[in-house]
């Protein structure tokens, strides 16, 4: 198994970085791109999504589009109180 690079965070925390978590993990994925949805606090978002080499590229998403993105990953089924 890979060894796992970590960061320390000044209170002791230690955290993978994400691109050695995301190598660890690819064959999970199923050989289709990785993306992720990314919520600010404001309501905006970022769609990141695998580009070439192994970057990322990300497009900001305004409170209605991410509203829009998170049902349609989701369904409305997410947005229901318990």
């Given at each position: 198994?890979k060894e796992?690079?970590?960061?320390?965070?000044?209170?002791?925390?230690?955290?993978?970085?994400?691109?050695?978590?995301?190598?660890?993990?690819?064959?999970?994925?199923?050989?289709s791109g990785?993306?992720?949805?990314?919520?600010?606090?404001?309501?905006?978002?970022?769609?990141?999504?695998?580009?070439?080499?192994?970057?990322?590229?990300?497009?900001?998403?305004?409170?209605?589009?991410?509203?829009?993105?998170?049902?349609?990953?989701?369904?409305?089924?997410?947005?229901?109180?318990?």
């Amino acid at each position: 198994m890979k060894e796992v690079r970590a960061v320390t965070l000044p209170d002791g925390q230690t955290h993978e970085l994400l691109p050695d978590a995301v190598a660890r993990h690819r064959h999970a994925f199923g050989g289709s791109g990785i993306w992720a949805v990314v919520i600010m606090p404001d309501g905006s978002s970022f769609v990141c999504r695998e580009a070439d080499g192994g970057a990322m590229d990300a497009e900001r998403l305004d409170h209605r589009q991410t509203i829009s993105k998170l049902i349609e990953i989701f369904g409305l089924n997410a947005f229901r109180g318990s």
